[in-house]
Antibody, heavy 116, light 107 residues
Framework: QEQLVQSGAEVKKPGASVKVSCKASGYTLTSYELSWVRQATGQALEWMGWMSPNTGNTGYAEKFQGRVTMTRNTSINTAYLELSSLRSDDTAVYYCARGRLGLDSWGQGTLVTVSS | EIVMTQSPATLSVSPGERASLSCRAS??????LAWYQQKPGQAPRLLMFGASTRATRIPARFSGSGSGAEFTLTISSLQSEDVAVYYC?????????FGQGTKLEIK
């Protein structure tokens, strides 16, 4: 069964960093493009960036440039999203999702709460 | 960045009736468009890609049309389980932007 399983909820203080993991099972990360998408409560989906399946190269939405880093460890088939200099408006559910022609498989989401 | 605009924001349809949801791109995206369904507390689910191709295990009552900058998602006969928020997304050019969503309700 192909699925993406994400790490658990996080609570962070403003200015801190958070790292969310996304483990693929039933398929390998090097087979599909991987995107990260976030959603604040009651708000729309927001695409953050992507990772190439073959090279691991990344591209980020301009809004997150300088604060976001997407990486992976192919030996454990896991991708990571790190977001730094957290602000209260970064409070959201963060999803990993695979696919190029539409995102056909999503993780369950990770709630990141930024609060002092 | 390509801006995706969905309308209406909220749509109320009677059971068994047709529901039509619109999505407009700020520039042409050929047919590089996907539709998603999101129910409360759940991750989005891919309904349609290539503007008109149903994803795996999506019922035939869902159909998509359009190309260029104007797209429509149609549910031919609304079922109670179709109550959700629907998003369109373009993947013609990065960043792969989403629309603001249409909330579909039962009348």
């Amino acid at each position: 069964q192909e699925q993406l399983v994400q790490s658990g909820a996080e609570v962070k203080k403003p200015g801190a960093s958070v790292k969310v993991s996304c483990k693929a099972s039933g398929y390998t990360l090097t087979s599909y493009e991987l995107s990260w998408v976030r959603q604040a409560t009651g708000q729309a989906l927001e695409w953050m960036g992507w990772m190439s399946p073959n090279t691991g190269n990344t591209g980020y939405a301009e809004k997150f440039q300088g604060r976001v880093t997407m990486t992976r460890n192919t030996s454990i088939n896991t991708a990571y999203l790190e977001l730094s200099s957290l602000r209260s408006d970064d409070t959201a559910v963060y999803y990993c999702a695979r696919g190029r022609l539409g995102l056909d498989s999503w993780g369950q989401g990770t709630l990141v709460t930024v609060s002092s | 960045e390509i801006v995706m605009t969905q309308s209406p924001a909220t749509l109320s349809v009677s059971p068994g009736e047709r529901a039509s949801l619109s999505c407009r791109a700020s520039q042409g995206i050929t047919t590089n468009l996907a539709w998603y369904q999101q129910k409360p507390g759940q991750a989005p689910r891919l309904l349609m890609f290539g503007a008109s191709t149903r994803a795996t295990r999506i019922p035939a009552r869902f159909s998509g049309s359009g190309s260029g900058a104007e797209f429509t998602l149609t549910i031919s006969s609304l079922q109670s389980e179709d109550v959700a928020v629907y998003y369109c997304q373009q993947y013609n050019r990065r960043p792969y932007t989403f629309g603001q969503g249409t909330k579909l309700e039962i009348k």
